[in-house]
C-alpha cells in the first residue's frame, strides 16, 4: 500500500523521534517471533502426544495456522513501515492493508479461544442457575468484544489514514469496545472455572490436588490474558502519540495462542505428577458415556463413585484413578 502524502517536517521535529516511536514496536515484534516459536512447539507437542477428539483437533489446527499466518502479516507491516522510508513517519499516514487483516486475525483467535474455554466450563457440567448464567455472559461478552474488533478492521479499510495520526474516534471507541469486553470476558470464565472446579469436592486428598493443580492452570492463564488486554487498553488510550499499543496488541494474540495450547499440554504434567502413590493418573482415550459429578454420592473403599466424561474440569482424558474411585477427566 502506498503511504499518503507526507507528514510536515515541522510536526515531526515537534513530536518524537524515529527511535521513540519505532523502538517499542521493533522489541514486541522481537518478542512476537519468540513467542510464536514457542508456539510452534506447543503445536508440536501436542500433535505427537494426544489425540483427542477431531474437533479439539481442528481447532486447534486452526489456532496454529492462524497464527503462523498473522506473524507473517507482522512481518511484512515491519517491513513496510520501518525499511522503505527508514526514518520517515511517512508511512503512519496510511495503515496496511495486511495489518488491517492481522487484527482481524487476533479478533477471531481472541474468540476462539473464550469460546473453547466456555466449552470446557460446560463440559464440567456445575449444576445450577449461576453456571448457566456466568457460561452465557461469557458467551455475550465476548461476542461484543468480537463485534468491536470487527468493527475496528472495518474502520482501518474505510479510513486507513485515521488510525496510526489524527485517531478516528469512531475507531477509537470499538477498540475499547472490544479489548473491554474481551478482558471482561476472561475475568469471568476464569472466575466461573475456580468456582466449578472448587465445587467438586472428593475428599481423595489427592484427587483435590489434582484440582488444584487445574486451577492454578486456570487463573494462570486468566492473568496473562486479561493482564495483556488492560495493558492494551492503557497503552491504546494513555499513549495515542507512540505505538507502544501496537507492540502489546501483536503479542495478545501469541499469549491467546500460546495458553490455549499450554493447557491442552499440561495434562502431560499433570500425570506425570500423579502417576504414582495410591492414586495414578494415566492417559486414556476411552470414553465412558455415564456421568458423575463428585461431592453427590459417598461410598466405601473399594466402590466406584463413578465415571467422570472426558472433558470434565477442562482436562481431556485423564483417567484419576484410587483404591476407591474411577473418574475420566
Same mark, same amino acid.
Given at each position: 500500500?502506498?503511504?499518503?502524502?507526507?507528514?510536515?517536517?515541522?510536526?515531526?521535529?515537534?513530536?518524537?523521534?524515529?527511535?521513540?516511536?519505532?523502538?517499542?514496536?521493533?522489541?514486541?515484534?522481537?518478542?512476537?517471533?519468540?513467542?510464536?516459536?514457542?508456539?510452534?512447539?506447543?503445536?508440536?507437542?501436542?500433535?505427537?502426544?494426544?489425540?483427542?477428539?477431531?474437533?479439539?483437533?481442528?481447532?486447534? *489446527?486452526?489456532?496454529?495456522?492462524?497464527?503462523?499466518?498473522?506473524?507473517?502479516?507482522?512481518?511484512?507491516?515491519?517491513? +513496510?513501515?520501518?525499511?522503505?522510508?527508514?526514518?520517515?513517519?511517512?508511512?503512519?499516514?496510511?495503515?496496511?492493508?495486511?495489518?488491517?487483516?492481522?487484527?482481524?486475525?487476533?479478533?477471531?483467535?481472541?474468540?476462539? /479461544?473464550?469460546?473453547?474455554?466456555?466449552?470446557?466450563?460446560?463440559?464440567?457440567?456445575?449444576?445450577?442457575?449461576?453456571?448457566?448464567?456466568?457460561?452465557?455472559?461469557?458467551?455475550?461478552?465476548?461476542?461484543?468484544?468480537?463485534?468491536?474488533?470487527?468493527?475496528?478492521?472495518?474502520?482501518?479499510?474505510?479510513?486507513?489514514?485515521?488510525?496510526?495520526?489524527?485517531?478516528?474516534?469512531?475507531? %477509537?471507541?470499538?477498540?475499547?469496545?472490544?479489548?473491554?469486553?474481551?478482558?471482561?470476558?476472561?475475568?469471568?470464565?476464569?472466575?466461573?472455572?475456580?468456582?466449578?472446579?472448587?465445587?467438586?469436592?472428593?475428599?481423595?486428598?489427592?484427587?483435590?490436588?489434582?484440582?488444584?493443580?487445574?486451577?492454578?492452570?486456570?487463573?494462570?492463564?486468566?492473568?496473562?490474558?486479561?493482564?495483556?488486554?488492560?495493558?492494551?487498553?492503557?497503552?491504546?488510550?494513555?499513549?495515542?502519540?507512540?505505538? +507502544?499499543?501496537?507492540?502489546?496488541?501483536?503479542?495478545?494474540?501469541?499469549?491467546?495462542?500460546?495458553?490455549?495450547?499450554?493447557?491442552?499440554?499440561?495434562? *502431560?504434567?499433570?500425570?506425570?505428577?500423579?502417576? *504414582?502413590?495410591?492414586?495414578?493418573?494415566?492417559?486414556?482415550?476411552?470414553?465412558? /458415556?455415564?456421568?458423575? %459429578?463428585?461431592?453427590?454420592?459417598?461410598?466405601?473403599?473399594?466402590?466406584?463413585?463413578?465415571?467422570?466424561?472426558?472433558?470434565?474440569?477442562?482436562?481431556?482424558?485423564?483417567?484419576?484413578?484410587?483404591?476407591?474411585?474411577?473418574?475420566?477427566?
Amino acid at each position: 500500500m502506498s503511504a499518503t502524502a507526507p507528514v510536515p517536517a515541522a510536526a515531526a521535529a515537534a513530536g518524537p523521534s524515529y527511535a521513540q516511536i519505532f523502538g517499542p514496536v521493533f522489541w514486541g515484534f522481537c518478542v512476537a517471533l519468540i513467542l510464536c516459536g514457542v508456539t510452534a512447539l506447543q503445536g508440536y507437542l501436542y500433535f505427537t502426544r494426544y489425540n483427542d477428539k477431531l474437533g479439539v483437533r481442528l481447532v486447534a *489446527s486452526m489456532m496454529l495456522f492462524l497464527d503462523f499466518l498473522s506473524m507473517a502479516l507482522i512481518c511484512q507491516s515491519m517491513y +513496510y513501515y520501518m525499511l522503505p522510508h527508514f526514518g520517515s513517519f511517512a508511512p503512519l499516514n496510511a495503515v496496511t492493508s495486511e495489518l488491517s487483516i492481522e487484527c482481524l486475525i487476533s479478533a477471531v483467535i481472541t474468540f476462539t /479461544s473464550q469460546m473453547y474455554f466456555v466449552y470446557q466450563l460446560h463440559m464440567v457440567k456445575s449444576p445450577g442457575v449461576t453456571a448457566t448464567v456466568m457460561k452465557a455472559l461469557v458467551v455475550v461478552l465476548g461476542i461484543v468484544g468480537l463485534a468491536g474488533a470487527t468493527g475496528c478492521v472495518g474502520m482501518m479499510f474505510a479510513v486507513p489514514g485515521n488510525i496510526f495520526m489524527h485517531r478516528n474516534r469512531t475507531f %477509537a471507541i470499538l477498540a475499547g469496545v472490544a479489548k473491554g469486553f474481551g478482558a471482561a470476558a476472561d475475568i469471568i470464565a476464569t472466575v466461573a472455572m475456580c468456582l466449578f472446579l472448587n465445587s467438586a469436592k472428593t475428599g481423595i486428598t489427592r484427587t483435590s490436588s489434582l484440582l488444584r493443580s487445574l486451577m492454578h492452570l486456570v487463573i494462570n492463564r486468566g492473568i496473562l490474558v486479561t493482564a495483556a488486554q488492560i495493558l492494551l487498553l492503557i497503552t491504546f488510550f494513555a499513549t495515542s502519540g507512540h505505538l +507502544y499499543w501496537l507492540a502489546v496488541h501483536i503479542n495478545t494474540t501469541k499469549l491467546y495462542v500460546n495458553t490455549f495450547f499450554g493447557m491442552l499440554n499440561a495434562r *502431560s504434567a499433570l500425570q506425570d505428577r500423579y502417576a *504414582s502413590g495410591p492414586m495414578s493418573v494415566t492417559a486414556s482415550s476411552t470414553l465412558n /458415556s455415564r456421568r458423575f %459429578a463428585f461431592g453427590k454420592q459417598t461410598a466405601s473403599a473399594g466402590e466406584k463413585l463413578g465415571d467422570l466424561d472426558a472433558g470434565d474440569y477442562a482436562l481431556n482424558e485423564i483417567r484419576v484413578t484410587t483404591s476407591s474411585t474411577v473418574a475420566e477427566i
